[in-house]
């Protein structure tokens, strides 16, 4: 079975399509022709009964009105009439040259079958319907048909019911190869356009004008290939950008070193000197551990989720503020932490923190708020608001930024985030800008009894 499912599933879907139609037309050809012979049987046979009631009535009517035994009268040529009298059945009227064998045999039925019954008796292998029915006088009447207006009634159920269907499969086929053709020519047009971007056609297009999922796919497809471009142009600036970045420090030491190694001191004193090559040492390596974070995040985080790990943030957050607080002196930091707990490592989210706390200080003008609850951690300043452009990019890799510098800061914390289920926006504020990040799907807590106090928020103020 799974073999013919496997061989049906790598036909094209035309051929698929014409298998089905096919094997509906064949099923329903065995449930006509076998499944419903009993059924048209019986029906054929009330038919033939029926014919023999009416025509029996025609005879009961008209009886007695020719003498001659009613030859000029209208009667159904298919069936014969014989009335029992005088204890022998005469020839009523039939359109048939019966002989006396035939006459004796239906004289024989009248005598052993019983008045008002539908019976059939087969006379040389042929088979014969008949009705038999007591008038006046004691006058019985039988009329018996043979097989022949039966089998042509079924021949042109069957006939009808055949071309009907016929029809109605070709006008299904007609349509389903229709819509057929109507899935399988887009997605020949996509498969096209894929072939030509893999070959690097530049100029590749894809117009499908349809509002289903169809179009849908392939508009999917134009915009995954503008965005693989974007990016692809983005990294190749920022490469750029990087390698001038890097070029600048490496530089710095070596002239700093060479000229040590002469004895010369470019920035007055030996001890400043040095303090120069250090300062480009940490920004150099500053920016090769942002890169091979990103880089390396994603397995790093997933073996943190195998250990289940949790961070006291309440505590992570107030070591940060300890060591970066002295960053800008000048900015007051005004916090409402609670005691919380985020699942996660605690390495990892020191990163998320920090790295906002650093964008926050760089912007801030005057303050910087940072509020702590369960589940929910969010941090702002009264700095400059962003444009709605820098909103929608700020969490992307290799985006630039305002001052066209290449930031992987925050594009690291949106993936530390996703990857332990939380969520951070970025939100502009009348004054400002506000960075949330929240649990996608918080643990509902059980409710404290009444008797316990409620832990009041702390807010303090950290000046100088």
């Avoid at 089998?151 to 086929?173: D, M, P, Q, R, Y």
């Avoid at 990892?348 to 912007?363: E, G, K, P």
């Amino acid at each position: 079975m799974r073999r013919l499912l496997k061989s049906l599933m790598d036909l094209s879907l035309f051929q698929q399509m014409s298998v089905i139609v096919v094997t509906l037309g064949v099923i329903l050809v065995l449930f006509f022709t076998v499944y419903q012979k009993g059924n048209i049987d019986d029906f054929v046979n009330s038919q033939v009964v029926s014919l023999l009631h009416r025509s029996q009535e025609t005879i009961v009517q008209n009886i007695g009105k020719s003498e001659s035994g009613g030859s000029n009268l209208n009667y159904d040529d298919d069936v014969m009439h014989f009335v029992y009298v005088n204890n022998k059945c005469v020839q009523y009227h039939s359109n048939k040259i019966v002989d006396e064998d035939f006459i004796n045999t239906v004289n024989s039925l009248v005598i052993d079958s019983e008045q008002g019954k539908d019976s059939l008796f087969f006379y040389h292998n042929v088979k014969y319907f008949y009705y038999l029915s007591l008038k006046e006088n004691n006058v019985k009447i039988i009329s018996i048909i043979d097989d022949s207006y039966g089998k042509a009634i079924e021949t042109t159920l069957l006939s009808s019911v055949s071309n009907n269907s016929a029809v109605v499969f070709g006008f299904i086929f007609i349509l389903l190869t229709l819509w057929v053709t109507t899935i399988i020519t887009p997605l020949l047009q996509m498969q096209n356009y894929v072939e030509k971007v893999k070959n690097g056609d530049d100029k590749a297009t894809l117009t499908i004008d349809r509002k289903d999922e169809i179009g849908e796919l392939a508009d999917a497809l134009v915009s995954m290939r503008n965005e693989i471009k974007r990016q692809e142009a983005i990294k190749e600036e920022m490469i750029h950008n990087i390698s001038h970045d890097l070029k600048t420090p490496i530089a710095t030491i070596k002239s700093y070193a060479e000229s040590i190694k002469d004895g010369i001191y470019p920035y007055d004193t030996l001890e400043k000197s040095v303090d120069v090559i250090i300062e480009n040492a940490d920004r150099l390596e500053k920016k090769v551990y942002s890169l091979l974070l990103l880089n390396r995040l994603d397995y790093l985080i997933g073996q943190e989720k195998e250990i289940n790990k949790t961070t006291d943030m309440y505590s992570l957050v107030e070591n940060v503020l300890l060591s970066m607080k002295m960053i800008r002196p000048e900015v007051e930091i005004i916090k409402d932490l609670q005691p919380a707990v985020f699942k996660g490592e605690q390495e990892s989210w020191r990163i998320v923190v920090s790295n906002i706390l650093d964008n926050a200080f760089r912007y801030a003008e005057t303050n910087i708020t940072i509020t702590l609850r369960e589940n929910e951690i969010n941090i702002s300043n009264d700095g400059p608001c962003l444009s709605k452009e820098r909103v929608a990019k700020l969490f992307r890799p290799f985006e630039k930024g305002d001052k066209g510098k290449f930031g992987l800061g925050l594009s690291i914390c949106y993936k530390i985030c996703n990857n332990y289920g939380y969520s951070i926006v970025a939100e502009n504020l009348e004054k400002g800008v506000i960075f949330r990040i929240e649990n996608k799907e918080p643990v509902k807590k059980e409710k404290k009894s009444s008797g316990k106090k409620k832990r009041n928020s702390e807010n303090e103020t950290l000046k100088d």
